[in-house]
């Protein structure tokens, strides 16, 4: 099983970017909630439609919920520190 860092936007409360996760294209998008004091996350697939919103981001905990949609990619996606300075997620292929 391959382990796969995500970029994230260091130090800013707002980020988006597109990878390749398991030979399918994702948008993440990542957001600061001051009022949560949390990231919050939402998955989107490469034609734009939002897959999960608003996943409020754990340290240690798995952030994609295997079989809640077959759309999302099929391994786990934890964060490895979840502080407002940084954030920084590690994805774990499937080994499917």
């Known amino acids: 099983m391959a382990a796969l860092l995500l970029p994230t ?3 800013a409360p707002l ?5 390749m996760l398991e ?3 994702y948008d993440i ?6 009022q949560a ?9 490469a034609d734009g439609q939002l897959l999960r919103g608003g996943v409020r981001v754990v340290k240690d905990w798995p952030l ?3 079989g809640a949609d077959e759309r999302l990619p099929p391994g ?3 964060a490895t520190d979840a ?3 940084s954030l920084e997620l590690v994805y774990l292929e499937s080994g499917e």
Do not use: K, P, V
């Open 29 to 34: 998008r990542g957001t600061w909630n001051e």
């Open 83 to 85: 502080s407002r300075d």
């Open 15 to 19: 980020y988006r970017y597109r990878i």
């Open 9 to 11: 936007g260091q130090g």
């Open 23 to 25: 030979g399918r294209e």
């Open 76 to 78: 786990d996606l934890i």
């Open 64 to 66: 994609l919920a295997r």
């Open 37 to 45: 004091e949390s990231w919050m996350l939402d998955f989107y697939d």
